[in-house]
Structure formats: C-alpha cells, structure tokens
C-alpha cells in the first residue's frame, strides 16, 4: 500500500528470469524448513512429547505441558524477529535470511539429541525449552524475510501468486514432517519412545543444508538496493528501520497484526490441534489421524497458489477477506464432521478446510502484508505485525484449543467459537487497512 520503490520502471527488468527463480527457490526452502520444524514439534506433542518430557503428569495435564512448550517458542519470535529484521533492512536481505537458517537448524537438530526426563529428570523439559527458545528466535524472522525476498523481486501481477507459494511451502513442510513422523509411528511403541522420536528432528539436518547452499548463493533485492541509494541520498542511512515502521506506519501495525489472527488461530488449529483432537479425544488411530493431516495439506498446498493468483487478478483483500468469512463460518461443521471420527469424512472436510479456507487466507496475506510497508523498513513492518500475532494467537491456540475442548467436556464448540472471533477480527481489520489505503490514495491526487 505504500510501496513507493515498486513504481521505479528502471529496476523492473532487474526484476525477471534468474534473480525471480532465485528469490522464490531460497525463500521456499527456507518456509519447508521453517514448518518442517514446528509441524514436528506439533505432531511430537500429541503424540510423545508428553510422555517422554513430562511422564509425571496426567495424560491430558501431559498434552497441555507439551503445547505450553510449543507455545514458547512463540513468545521470543518477536524478539528475533524485531533483532533479525533490523539486519535484513539496513544491512542486507541476505544475511538476515542466512542466520534464520542457521538458528533454525541448530535448534532443531539439537532437539533430536535431547535427553529425555528418564535419563536426566527435570533437565531434560529445561533442556526442551532452551531448544524450543532457539528456534523460535531463529524462525520470528524467517516467513517475514521470505516474503520480503519474493515481494521485491516478483513482476507486476504476479507479487501474490510468487508469496503464495511460500504459504504452499508451509504445507509443504507440514507434509514433510507428517510423512515421516507417520513412518517412524509404525515403529512398536517401546522403540518409537526410546529412539524412533528422534529420526525426523535429525532428518531436518538435510534440508538444513541444502538451505544455506541455496542462500549462500543469493544476491541482493534490485528494490531494497535501490531504496537504500535514496535512503543515503536523504541523508535516512542514519535512522533506524524500525523508529522509522513505529513514526510513519503506527495504523498498519495495529491493523496488520490483527489481519494475521483468523489466519494464525485456523493454522495452527489445522497443523496441530486437530491431530492432537483426532487422537486423544476422538480416540482415532494414531495413522488414520496422521494421513487425515498428510492428505488435506496436500491439497491446501496444491490450491494456495491458485488463490494467489486469484488475488493478483481481483486483489487481495477481497480474497482475505472471504477466506476469514468462509473460515469463520465452516468450522462448525468442520468439527461436527470430525467428531465423528470417520475416517474418510474427516479427510474431506479437512481438505475443504485447507482447500477453501487457509488457502484463500494464506494466499492473499504474503502481499497483503509486503504492500502495507515501503521497503526501507518492509521486513521489520512484516515481522512486527506477522510474529506479535504469532506470539499472542498462533502459539497459544494449541494450548487454548485443548483446554477449551476439557472444559466442554470433548466438546469442540467452544474451539470453534474461538476461532469465529479470530476471523471477525481479522475481517474487520481488512477494512480498515482498506480505509486507510482510500485516504493515502485521496491525498495522494
């Protein structure tokens, strides 16, 4: 929306072929990376972290300590995101997006080493939380970095479909881990709790690789170098990114962070509760729970860039805006399905819900956000907005969901309630942006 830098034309061939496919393929490894990660530790907490962390607990007290856990890693991702995007906007989008990898990696990698509490007691949930810190510093600056990247570089009436398929990505890496963590589910339990656990956190050390290859390798955005040849111009080299997004952009960092709710609470909903729902309240299968997820990601990766590129023909906020509509909406008979426990029903409403409603959310938002924030302080705006919302509702929702679902005894409704609310806001926060865009564009004539 405020994206001055876009409507320079002489960086707009700079902008095509090689440095496009660059962008898009560093940034979408690092995404797969990213939720590779948090899927892992999702799926991990419905299914063994409980047990093998936190043994002296009940069984539900167990899954609520594990999600806490989860949750964690929420509450430092504005930290990091604030610190490393302060990098990626005076110093460079590269180096920024290399040290997410890398704290990523380590963090996740280091997981899969973890003792567990019967070898060391008490040190072993500590331990779980330091790593779950270190991740979460890592990934506070990772989707809004990616973004950045491909926004910058992608070609006019294409900047949605290209953030788009970051979202796809996700799901991607969402797949990934569901895939293997199927795989080492089929283990005998006893095997599974010993060693078969660590196998997927120790996978992640192969991407992890082949991520930083790919970065190493990256070169500058034409629009951000541009922006800081005008910043240095004005004699801005001296101003501080982030004091700048604060002073000039305080509406779209309130708005901003409440358009990410109904996406985040629906995510992490979709990636992590509703497994952990199927499994323990429900009482489905261990595998039918996980190919449920496995097969209705795969669709919603599918059908995220078709609604990226639906955006980019319509706009992106009245894509945004149906996607919390309908989402807001649909999960009351989402959970009425599941409830059944029905295999094959619980896979068609899942996929409606990741076909429909988290693609539509997910594919309009990557440009939704990149055009709130000109590109000076692009990647500080985006982590603010995007890893604040994470800290207060993606991280939490696991955790809320599960409680809400106990004190409905196994009712589900208060879950979809929650979810509802989440949606409002994030409907009624893009109407305001759009107000706000109407005036800019007013005062602008």
Not at 113 to 122: E, H, K, M, N, R
Request: glycine residues 8%; contains cysteine; hydrophobic residues 50%.
């Amino acid at each position: 929306m405020n994206s001055e830098e876009n409507l320079l034309p002489q960086y707009g061939a700079l902008k095509q072929g090689t440095g496009v496919r660059r962008a898009v393929i560093a940034s979408t490894v690092g995404t797969v990376i990213e939720w590779f990660d948090y899927a892992l530790y999702g799926s991990a907490s419905a299914l063994v972290i409980n047990k093998l962390f936190f043994p002296q607990l009940s069984s539900l007290a167990g899954v609520l300590a594990a999600f806490a856990t989860f949750a964690i890693g929420f509450f430092v991702r504005p930290i990091g995101g604030m610190l490393i995007a302060h990098i990626g906007d005076k110093y460079g989008r590269k180096p920024a997006l290399l040290l997410t990898i890398i704290l990523m990696g380590i963090a996740t990698v280091g997981m899969g080493l973890l003792p567990t509490y019967a070898q060391v007691g008490i040190l072993a949930p500590i331990l779980l939380v330091v790593t779950r810190v270190l991740q979460g510093f890592g990934a506070g600056a990772e989707y809004a970095g990616a973004v950045t990247l491909v926004a910058e570089y992608a070609p006019p009436g294409q900047q949605a479909k290209l953030t788009a398929i970051l979202q796809s990505a996700s799901l991607a890496g969402i797949l990934l881990s569901t895939i293997v963590f199927l795989a080492v589910a089929q283990l005998p339990e006893d095997i599974l709790l010993n060693w078969g656990w660590r196998i997927p956190f120790l996978f992640s050390i192969f991407l992890f690789v082949i991520a930083v290859y790919i970065r190493k390798h990256l070169e500058e955005t034409p629009e951000y170098n541009l922006a800081m040849e005008k910043a240095a111009k004005n004699k801005r080299e001296k101003q501080t990114p982030i004091k700048e997004l604060f002073k000039n952009s305080p509406k779209e960092i309130i708005f901003g962070f409440l358009s990410i709710t109904g996406h985040n609470a629906n995510a992490y909903l979709l990636g992590s509760f509703v497994l952990s729902y199927l499994t323990n309240t429900i009482h489905m299968p261990k595998t039918d729970g996980l190919v449920v997820v496995m097969i209705s990601t795969l669709v919603g990766a599918f059908m995220t860039p078709m609604a990226g590129k639906i955006a980019d023909r319509v706009g992106c906020a009245p894509v945004y805006a149906f996607g919390a509509v309908f989402t807001g909406i649909y999960v009351y008979p989402l959970f009425l399905i599941l409830e059944k426990g029905n295999l094959l029903f619980s896979i068609l409403a899942m996929s409606l819900a990741y076909g429909i409603g988290f693609a539509t959310l997910a594919g309009a938002q990557g440009a939704f956000l990149a055009n709130l924030f000109p590109t000076r302080y692009r990647f500080s705006g985006i982590a603010i907005t995007r890893e604040l919302n994470a800290m207060l509702i993606a991280g939490p929702t696991p955790f809320i969901a599960t409680a809400l679902v106990a004190a409905a005894d196994g009712s589900p409704f208060y879950v979809a309630g929650y979810l509802s609310l989440c949606c409002l806001a994030t409907l009624m926060a893009i109407y305001a942006l759009v107000q706000i865009q109407k005036k800019l564009t007013r005062h602008s004539y």
